[in-house]
């Protein structure tokens, strides 16, 4: 039975989860990484596959794969080598997503004090994405190719575990779609097995609350909008 204290508990590591864009370089303990993934892997999976795998980056090794993918995004030429090996967004964007996204995009610039016509300032605020925020502790989460479309489902939950069992620990996250433009450099400097592809980044650590992008929180649409009830 769960009491409304640890209800409460859990609500609030849910609601207070954000896509923190600022970390404090304060390290987070070895034990904590491992207590956090150790509890998200018991997010459910079709049959028990379990198809996660992470790779945890601190120091030396964190910084070695953030300066690979900034020294090639800030070179016009190489950068067009390298795509996304699976669409996480759609091809074609249409009312509602689109209007949400743009809302988000320049809600954070607006914070940032980017003008629209700042091209430079933008893609600057993008590459941070690759030295994780500055946090301490980088992911990189890989699957299995063999696996279908209801095991990436499995692993969105997982995903979800690890930000909501961070939070948990006073820890913040930002999950980072980012990096699958560059699974080629992540695969060389991971050795991640040819059998596996990059599904996304995570930054991991702790906010810096004099950072503005931290005050953003993004807007959820009322329930009536997304669900139904049918008796």
């Not at 795509?83 to 759609?90: F, G, I, L, N, V």
């Amino acid at each position: 039975m769960i009491s409304n204290e640890q209800q409460q508990h859990v609500d609030q590591a849910i609601v207070t989860r954000r896509s923190t864009r600022a970390f404090l370089p304060t390290p987070v303990a070895r034990e904590d990484i491992a207590a956090i993934l150790e509890v998200a892997a018991r997010a459910p999976s079709g049959t028990n596959i379990q198809p996660w795998k992470v790779t945890v980056l601190t120091g030396a090794a964190r910084q070695r794969l953030s300066d690979a993918i900034i020294a090639v995004y800030h070179d016009k030429d190489a950068v067009r080598e390298h795509t996304e090996e699976y669409a996480y967004y759609p091809r074609q964007w249409t009312s509602p997503f689109i209007e949400r996204r743009r809302k988000v995009g320049w809600d954070l610039y607006s914070l940032l004090g980017l003008a629209r016509d700042n091209k430079e300032g933008m893609a600057a605020q993008h590459a941070r994405n690759f030295n994780f925020f500055d946090a301490p502790v980088g992911l990189i989460f890989t699957i299995d190719r063999i696996l279908a479309q209801g095991s990436w489902l499995d692993y969105g939950m997982f995903l979800q575990n690890i930000m909501v069992a961070a939070r948990g620990r006073g820890l913040d996250t930002c999950p980072q779609a980012a990096f699958t433009q560059f699974h080629k450099i992540i695969a060389t400097q991971l050795d991640v097995p040819a059998n596996e592809t990059v599904v996304c980044g995570m930054a991991l650590g702790y906010a810096d609350p004099s950072k503005i992008e931290n005050t953003l929180i993004t807007e959820r649409v009322p329930l009536d909008h997304f669900a139904r009830f049918l008796e």
